[in-house]
């Protein structure tokens, strides 16, 4: 790692200069999830897809980009993503005057590539991810942005940690943590902040099955890639781990737990059902957890669920969530 981990006083200073730009989403009590599981288990959820652009990232764009020079700031800024951090990128640079160009990938939902248009972004479409990041790669170079990567940073760590903090003030008292892991940048950032204010809690990842780039670096020792991505949770596809946000998780993340998609499908139903949300299938992740690999060992125990975002229109929510009595 070559910056060290935030401090909570950097992330502290991060919550308070962010007040203006972003919603402080509230801690929930899930009394119908909780009647659903059963265990005897008390759940909260952190819904971050009531912050501003439908997801935790405006956090971390945010941060990027309010720690970029004057000069930084007029030649703009470019990302790579599935649709949300795209759409966080256009509403960071438009908060601070600056243009985005933003790489998104041919199959985004319809409704990402209209709210990424509405801050003012340019989109180049590719469909490929690791051709995304080169594609980006080649607007930096030619146009001088400066690249808000999706995931990795101290920066990005240091705006998703401002979530952890938030659970850690409103929350008296919990257990575990989970947080769904797309690249590492939401876990790493959440899991360095809570363990420095409540070391006894466990923190645990929840990845795709189709995309278990960190349960792969986790086994080799060190950030490794996936050939193909293949889940339904897109915006957890995440082509490779990176040093920093690999070296948060390693350092924080006492588990790793997978669910399939077919667990992500009940679980978006079974939210809607309960807490009547409408959620993409990232944000249905951590529920799908507790309710299937993690429902025996959290037992009697307090938990919250990171619902990290849900920018998905109603047909697409229709199609791919599966509804249970």
Known sequence: MTAGPPTIAAIQALQASLAGDITRTPMLRCAGLEAHIGADVRIWAKPEFLQRTGTFKARGALAVVKSLTPQQIKAGVTAVSAGNHAIATAYAAKAVGASAKVVMMSSANPSRIAACR?????????????????????ICEQEGRYFVHPYEGPEIATGTGTIGLEICEDCDEFDAVLVSIGGGGLMGGIANAIKQLRPGCELIGVEPEGADSMHRSFAAGEPCGIDEVCTIADSLGAPFAMPYSFELCRDNVDKLVSVDDLELRRSMGLLFRN???????????????????????????????????????????????????
Request: with cysteine.
């Open 118 to 138: 509405s801050y003012g972004a340019d989109i180049v479409f590719t469909d490929d991810v690791h051709q995304a990041f080169r594609i980006a790669e080649d």
């Open 275 to 325: 807490m009547k949300i409408a959620v993409e299938p990232a944000c249905a992740a951590t529920t799908a957890a507790l309710a299937g690999p993690l429902r025996e060992s959290l037992a009697g125990k307090s938990v919250v669920l990171v619902m990290c975002g849900s920018n998905i229109d109603w047909a697409t929510f229709a199609e791919q969530a599966i509804f249970e009595d």
